[in-house]
Every structure is written in structure tokens, then in C-alpha cells.
């Protein structure tokens, strides 16, 4: 059996809570109904007035009661909705730990399968892919600065060498012909 989305299971539990004081508040309209025509049936006249403040009743009954039925409504809707938003401000609250130095952390899974489920996974495994291509780029940052560190060390060497005291043509060649081969290395 399928799951019930987070979009089907507020409507359920709405819809049942809807029903059941519904069902209450009916029950009481049939209770004052009943006592007051238990009245009516011990042998007294029934006159226009008593069909009136029967009326009187239920209208109160009816009004009273479903003001109660909404309060009693809107605060169980609230708490259904706290309570299906609890997975998302969990999701916001991992979110916001997450930082370009803490790609590690996952949202945590909700019990249900629903789309916050399928939210959650989605997120999950894009952040799989961001800390690995993060980390790609950190070995290739590495890398790259070892690749260019060695030929500039070579280059920086040979011109001090160079400046240190006059040296021969051919000297100056050769440890030139070196610092050429160097910016090559660089340039592959």
C-alpha cells in the first residue's frame, strides 16, 4: 500500500476531526431535543410558544456550539500543521548548518515516505555530488600549486644563482636554456 502524502494525511486528519465534532455537536442538539419534547410528551399542551423556545434552544445549542466546534477545529488544525511542519524546520535547521566547511552533515529522513521524504533524499544526495566535486577541486588545488611550485622554485634558483656574480655567455645560455625548459613544464 501506498503511503498517504503530507498533503493527504492533513486532509484526513482534518476531515476526521471535522466529522467526529460534528457527530458531537449533533448529539447534543438531538439531547436538548430530546429532554425538552421528554417534557412535552408527560401530557402537556404543546402551544406555539413552547415550538418557539425549542427553537430558541437549538438556535443558542447550534450557535454556542459551533463556536466551540471551531475553536476546537482551529486548534487541532494548528497542532496537525505544527506537526507536519516539524520535518520541514528540521530540514532548514540542517540546512543552515551546511557550509563550504562542513559538507559532511545530511538532512535527516522523515519516517513517512512522502515528499518531504523525497525532498529530503534529493538534498542528500546533491549535496553528495557538491562534496565531491568539492573535493576534486581541493585535490586538483593541490595538486596544481605542487605542479607550479617546483618549476618556480627551479627558475627563482638559477636567476639567483645568475645575479650572484658575472658570469660566461655560454653560462648565461645554459641557465637560461634551464629556466626555458621550466616555463615549458608550466605551460603543459
Not at 80 to 89: D, F, G, L, V
Not at 155 to 163: F, H, N, Q, R, W
Request: hydrophobic share 45%.
Amino acid at each position: 500500500m501506498k503511503k498517504l502524502s503530507l498533503q493527504n494525511r492533513i486532509a484526513f486528519n482534518i476531515i476526521v476531526c471535522t466529522l467526529a465534532l460534528t457527530i458531537v455537536l449533533c448529539g447534543i442538539i438531538l439531547l436538548v431535543f430530546k429532554v425538552y419534547t421528554g417534557r412535552i410528551e408527560s401530557g402537556a399542551v404543546i402551544t406555539l410558544t413552547d415550538v418557539e423556545n425549542l427553537f430558541t434552544i437549538l438556535l443558542r445549542v447550534c450557535a454556542v456550539g459551533c463556536f466551540v466546534v471551531l475553536m476546537l477545529l482551529f486548534s487541532i488544525s494548528r497542532r496537525i500543521a505544527r506537526n507536519s511542519i516539524k520535518p520541514i524546520r528540521e530540514i532548514i535547521n540542517t540546512a543552515e548548518v551546511i557550509t563550504h566547511n562542513n559538507l559532511s552533515a545530511r538532512i535527516p529522513l522523515p519516517n513517512h515516505t512522502d515528499e518531504l521524504y523525497e525532498l529530503s533524499e534529493t538534498i542528500n544526495h546533491l549535496l553528495d555530488r557538491i562534496e565531491y566535486a568539492v573535493e576534486r577541486e581541493r585535490n586538483f588545488t593541490s595538486y596544481a600549486s605542487h605542479e607550479f611550485r617546483t618549476p618556480l622554485s627551479i627558475l627563482k634558483g638559477t636567476m639567483e644563482v645568475l645575479i650572484r656574480k658575472p658570469r660566461s655567455e655560454a653560462e648565461y645560455k645554459k641557465r637560461i636554456s634551464i629556466c626555458i625548459k621550466e616555463v615549458d613544464r608550466l605551460k603543459t
